[in-house]
């Protein structure tokens, strides 16, 4: 027998039992007459003791132990002179009678300790040894209770889950598909699904009303921090219901995650149209745990011969509450911060509403104190606070007051990682004019229903086209989305029209789906959440990779089996990739 039990669970109430444990050394500390080696295993750390009474050969072993050997012991548990209260064993230790060493271990490249002294680098090469640590490995032990709680909920709704292939063909869903060579069928391809889709489209065709999977999902992307080409979506899809049944019933899902994972009670998942959430945040997906929500200027500003406010299409702005003692060094790095490349503004402008009362803007050349009041009326200011303007084209000065926004939530502490701001954004454009492209995209994926009511705009007004379809955002991130789908051939074939398909290209690619179409396709739609962005906003975490039991790096790699690698010309040929060795 290796155990009789685990080195997280014997307590004051073992006292005098004769056991067996089995794990890692994680330190062991010489006193002379006294050896102790605290071992760990998955559900804690024991400390055992050999003294001067054991005998020598076992005590030289003992002394010998490094970090990491695998060991079992037996011997009797006692109580601890010297207690720690902070860990549930803490209160007994093993008096060791026989010690077996089951395997021994290198010195580990980093310290295997809650604070770590590995490098990012260091710690993915040597992946397996940074899951023995209690945080990594808590991560992944809170993503299966996450997963359980999926799979609990939605079964008890009547979602059936069901495997949709991996080697299937290209799905547009916006980014390059990762392929596959096929060998029996040479110069062919499979794609890996960039989500199921079309399958799960067709499961309700089928009859299965309610799918759902947790399943991989790959993309092809250049690599921004913090994505993974491989990654993890709960992916679901429901037939015969409308928007308001999909957005009940998922957030419904939500909400017992938080309960049942986090102990939260989300009070209510408000809801906003996308249109509110471009004027009010400048963001589709806005981070509602703070207001300070945009206020337009245009009929406050305008026409005071302030050329950069009179030429703008918008002119627009937040109050930083409490921020009016910004010193002017404070002010200058805020000017700073819009002004890097990557949000690209040209400057800032600031009003203060001094404590005294006085209202004192960067630009009093062009409006007296008279018109500062309006500006004050407009943002509700009180003593205290400042305000922040930005003016330019519509678009782009909401998408840089958006950052801007965001940037001072996080330095007036607005975004504790500890409160969480759910919220659904509806009604999304159906449609995304690409520039380098010079033609429209679907924005959310091409099988998204139009709304009726908007259908007769597609011909002359395609981007005022709204779709039924949604997403999910908590905290400012967006955590999931979906739509109700056209399930018409008619339509279906319009779609593909207005997104530049030729009815050939189209029949090609979709000819399936739309085929199944004829054949009595529900109406239906769904939803897919991130479900590694989802665990890492439960385990608070920036990074997706910690709740990942094996990510890959910044550059898509593996760095511990070293993946991507090249493959053996024989393969290569027998791909047909090659055709000569
Ligand atoms: N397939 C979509 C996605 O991966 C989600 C959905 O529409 O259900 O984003």
Redesign the pocket.
């Known amino acids: 027998m290796h155990r009789t039990h685990t080195c997280g669970e014997l307590s004051i109430a073992d006292l005098g039992k004769e056991v067996i444990l089995a794990g890692w050394v994680q330190k062991s500390r010489d006193l002379g007459g006294m050896t102790f080696i605290d071992v760990r295993d998955r559900y804690g750390i024991t400390q055992l003791t050999f003294n001067a009474d054991d005998n020598d050969a076992m005590r030289a072993q003992a002394r010998e132990l490094g970090r990491e050997f695998v060991i079992k012991v037996s011997g009797t548990v006692i109580e601890r002179s010297s207690k720690n209260l902070k860990i549930p064993t803490g209160e007994v230790e093993i008096k060791v009678s026989s010690l077996e060493i089951l395997n021994a271990a290198k010195l580990p490249p980093f310290l295997i300790e809650d604070e770590t002294d590995g490098g990012d680098d260091l710690r993915m090469k040597y992946r397996y040894l940074d899951l023995r640590r209690n945080p990594v490995r808590n991560n992944l032990v809170l993503r299966h209770k996450m997963a359980q709680e999926v799979r609990k909920y939605l079964d008890g709704m009547e979602f059936i889950e069901v495997e949709t292939p991996v080697l299937i063909k290209s799905t547009p ?1 916006g980014a390059r598909d990762f392929v596959v060579p096929s060998r029996m069928n040479p110069g062919e391809f499979y794609a890996l699904p ?2 199921p ?1 079309t399958f799960k489209q067709l499961l309700m065709v089928s009859g299965f009303d309610r799918y759902f999977q947790i399943v991989k ?1 790959f993309r092809d992307e250049d690599l921004r921090a913090d994505r993974q080409p491989e990654f993890t ?1 709960i ?3 429901m037939a015969f219901i409308e928007q308001e049944d999909i957005l009940n019933v998922f957030e419904g899902l939500i909400r017992t995650l938080f309960k049942n994972v986090k102990g939260v009670d989300l009070v209510e998942v408000p809801r906003m149209t996308y249109a509110d959430a471009m004027r009010l945040y400048g963001s589709d997906k806005p981070d509602t745990r703070f207001g300070m929500q945009f206020v337009e200027l245009n009929d406050v500003v305008k026409g005071k011969g302030f050329p950069i406010f009179d030429n703008a299409e918008l002119v627009v702005g937040i109050n930083a509450k409490g921020a009016a003692e910004y010193t002017r060094k404070q002010l200058d790095e805020l000017t700073d911060f819009i002004k890097r490349p990557q949000i690209g503004a040209t400057g800032l402008i600031y009003m203060r509403h001094n404590t005294d009362g006085s209202l004192k803007s960067s630009v009093d050349k062009f409006y007296s104190e008279d018109e500062l009041k309006k500006w004050s009326a407009a943002f509700s200011t009180e003593p205290g606070d400042l305000v922040l303007i930005m003016a330019g084209g519509t678009d782009k000065v909401r998408k840089q007051l958006n950052e801007l926004r965001l940037e001072m939530g996080t330095r007036l502490g607005l975004r504790d990682k500890n409160t969480f701001a759910p919220l659904w954004v509806i009604d999304f454009p159906l449609l995304e004019w690409d520039e380098d492209t010079q033609r429209f995209h679907a924005m ?2 091409p099988f ?1 229903s139009p709304k009726p009511e908007d259908i007769a705009l597609l011909d002359t007004n395609p981007g005022e086209v709204r779709a039924n379809a949604y997403d999910m955002v908590v905290n400012g991130i967006e955590i999931g ?3 109700i789908r056209i399930h018409d051939r008619t339509l279906q074939a319009l779609m593909f029209k207005h997104l530049g398909f030729s009815k050939e290209e189209a029949q090609k690619q979709f000819g399936f789906l739309m085929d199944a179409f004829e054949f009595g396709a529900p109406p239906h739609g ?3 959440f991130g479900f590694d962005r989802l665990c890492s906003i439960f385990a608070g975490l920036d990074s997706i990779r910690d709740v990942i039991a094996f990510p890959k790096n910044n550059s898509g790699r593996d760095v511990m089996i070293d993946s991507p690698s090249t493959i053996a010309d024989e393969q290569l040929a027998e791909l047909k990739i090659r055709t000569t060795i």
């Open positions: 869903e960039q989500s889709q999902c979506q992916d679901c899809e959310h994926h998204t989305g979906g739509s769904g939803i897919a």
